[in-house]
Nanobody
Framework: QVQLVESGGGSVQAVGSLRLSCVAS????????MGWYRQEPGKQREFVAS???????HYSDSVKGRFTVSRDAAKNTVYLQMNSLKPEDTAVYYC??????????????WGQGTRITASS
């Protein structure tokens, strides 16, 4: 079962930039997708961005054009470059990795969460 460790969180002023990293370990199966969700207190977890093993990327409308998701397959690492940060981006960010157990079964592992604060 894949395990994920995040790093790179912090606090910046609005329009600043941060880069998050997430390293997967105990990878015994192929990783189909890696990406990021975020969650504010009292709210549902929100999809942010993802990248497949074919390097197809998807973004939520709220971050499109500002955030970039990328990966280093050799290092089992996914990154989230966050530019032009807004106060609305303040949340705890969670990386995830979807691994293929069988052709009909997958397992999703989650990072521990890292806090991003973008002040006005």
């Amino acid at each position: 079962q894949v395990q994920l460790v995040e790093s790179g969180g912090g606090s910046v002023q609005a329009v600043g930039s941060l880069r998050l990293s997430c390293v997967a370990s105990r990878v015994a199966n192929a990783i189909n997708v890696m990406g990021w969700y975020r969650q504010e207190p009292g709210k549902q977890r929100e999809f942010v961005a993802s990248i497949t093993r074919s390097d197809l990327t998807h973004y939520s409308d709220s971050v499109k054009g500002r955030f970039t998701v990328s990966r280093d397959a050799a290092k089992n690492t996914v990154y989230l470059q966050m530019n032009s940060l807004k106060p609305e981006d303040t949340a705890v960010y969670y990386c995830y990795a979807e691994t293929e157990i069988t052709s009909m079964k997958t397992f999703t592992g989650w990072g521990q969460g890292t806090r991003i604060t973008a002040s006005s």
